[in-house]
């Protein structure tokens, strides 16, 4: 094997008005040549490049540049997000100067932080958008074990952002912090005095039939709902995720079931569950009817209501379950097959449930209408190809003489 050179791993560089220069790490590198490396970055992986430079401030500038309006940790790998701790997540802000360009942020799969990172965004003028459900966009927010993202730590911070008057507009909270619904929580406090602010701004009207926002039966200014025996309470009303815009639900406005998020029309397309009837944003939706494209939302997946074949795992909602083809149990072997996969299983020699063949001869005859219409429409376009070419070949000679 051919041996290396000594000084492989040490090459010296000249730097523009200097001397050369020994390159050991990557710390050793001009400025210019780690940004052009971190510009083929996710913007929280350039940060966090950043940071584990060094503690050069100018260095440090020159890699994460300064357009930083949105800062959404669903740009990196999942893996990657979930083992930040508080200690990542306040270097990352300090470096970017998150307090003063930050104006999205979404800390998507930071499900080991308890919130005390966020403390260089207290009172923040600039942010308008803080996420802290820990999901992604289209996902639902119940995670399992508890995260925990902390109201103590977080509260404070907020409450600043709120105390300056800036320009904050949209807020999502964990799902967990939702589930413990007091008033007298200083959680309830601090949703008060976010409505509180809203209260302090001009009026807001619905975009589309003027109507003025938001609306709740018997509540003013309830931008997010504070009632604590709703299955809204926590939750922002009338504000699209996405846009900000605000619309009535009677307009362009839609809650979706899974995420648990408001959209506009013009963001997210929804459908209604063929099972439960809920809105549910199309993106939320993991399956639907293989037969008649019906949406079936995740939580009638999670209750069985609707039927899967157990061979090709192709999903049927119960009204074409007892169509042809659909999926019915066996009582007599429990199978669970479609018909198209229970035909097959009985033409490759497979099937030998007495009472799943007795499917079989319907499906038979099935296939044999199929195919002889098939034939017969074969058999159509034979002639009819028959018929244009002795037409083409009359053109032809017309055309001749």
């Known amino acids: 094997m051919i041996e290396a050179p000594p000084d492989i791993k040490r090459r010296r560089i000249l730097t523009a008005g200097s001397s050369s220069q020994c390159i050991r ?3 050793d590198l001009p400025s210019g040549i780690l940004a052009h490396a971190a510009s083929f970055l996710a913007d929280p992986s350039k940060a966090l490049f950043a940071v584990s430079i060094d503690g050069d401030s100018e260095r440090s500038s020159a890699i994460v540049g300064s ?11 999942k893996e990657l997000a979930e083992m930040l701790n508080d200690d990542d997540i306040s270097a990352l802000l300090l470096c970017i100067d998150a307090v003063n360009r930050v104006k999205k942020l979404k800390l998507t799969n930071c499900i080991n932080i308890t919130g005390a990172g966020l403390e260089p965004l207290r009172g923040s003028e600039t942010i308008e958008q803080i996420d802290l459900s820990l999901v992604g966009d289209h996902q639902c927010p119940q995670l399992w074990p508890h995260p925990p993202i902390s109201r103590e730590l977080v509260l404070p911070i907020l409450d600043s952002i709120i105390a300056s008057e800036g320009l904050l507009r949209h807020v999502q909270f964990p799902f967990v912090w939702l589930q413990e619904s007091s008033t007298d929580s200083e959680f309830h406090q601090c949703i008060q005095r976010y409505n509180q602010m809203w209260a302090n701004r001009e009026e807001v009207s619905c975009l589309e039939c003027n109507e003025n926002l938001p609306f709740i039966a ?34 362009k406005m839609n809650f979706c079931s899974t995420c648990q998020t408001d959209y506009c029309d013009d963001c997210t397309k929804m459908s209604d569950c063929q099972f439960c009837g809920g809105s549910h944003c199309n993106d ?12 079936i939302c995740s939580k009638c997946i999670e209750e069985h209501f609707y039927h899967l074949c157990e061979d090709c795992d192709k999903v049927f909602c119960s009204e074409c379950s007892n169509s042809e083809p659909g999926t019915s149990r066996c009582e007599e072997c429990s199978n669970n097959s479609c018909d198209d996969c229970l035909l097959r299983r009985f033409l490759q020699g497979e099937q030998d449930c007495a ?13 044999s209408i ?14 009819e190809n028959k018929e244009l070419k002795c037409e083409n070949k009359e053109l032809r000679s017309r055309n001749w003489n």
């Open 284 to 295: 939320c939706y993991e399956h639907e009817c293989h037969q008649c494209n019906a949406k």
């Open 25 to 27: 790490c990557l710390s």
């Open 355 to 367: 009472e799943c063949n007795k499917r079989i001869f319907p499906l038979i005859v099935r296939e």
């Open 67 to 77: 357009h930083w309006d949105t800062l959404d940790f669903g740009g990196i790998e």
């Open 218 to 251: 018997g509540n003013e200014n309830e931008w997010i709902d504070t009632n604590t025996l709703s299955p809204e309470y926590g939750m922002q009303n009338n504000t699209c995720y996405d846009c900000f815009k605000h619309y009535c639900y009677e307009c």
């Open 370 to 383: 199929v195919s002889k219409g098939l034939k017969e429409e074969v058999e159509s376009l034979k002639v």
